[in-house]
């Protein structure tokens, strides 16, 4: 795959929050694949597509969905997921 570059979000990408699309192009064949940067844990474990950023928010639905009290801090380079602070 070649270098990155920004595409525009369609109306479907956007309604699963994915306000960043990235599009690589094969280096080989020339097919441009999109990769909208969802933030909608739903539509994530459905595309089952992402980087540390899209694990950890579903980690997160994971976590509440079994009663544990979790939050996603989502757009944190170095840790996606953060325990939440004690109190
Ligand atoms: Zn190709």
Same mark, same amino acid.
Request: hydrophobic share 30%; charged share 30%.
């Given at each position: ?11 479907? *990408? /956007? ?6 699309? *990235?599009?690589? *192009? #094969?280096?080989? #064949? ?13 539509? /994530? /474990? ?5 980087? #540390? ?7 997160? /639905? ?26």
């Amino acid at each position: 795959m070649g270098p990155k570059a920004a595409a525009t979000p369609t109306e479907e *990408e /956007l309604r699963y929050g994915a306000h960043r699309v *990235e599009a690589y *192009e #094969c280096r080989s #064949c020339g097919q441009t694949t999109r990769f909208p940067r969802y933030n909608h844990p739903g539509k /994530l /474990l459905e595309t089952r597509r992402g980087r #540390c950023g899209e694990w950890a928010n579903c980690f997160t /639905l994971c976590c509440r969905a079994m009663g544990w009290d979790a939050r996603y801090g989502g757009r944190i380079r170095a840790a996606a997921w953060r325990a939440p602070p004690r109190s």
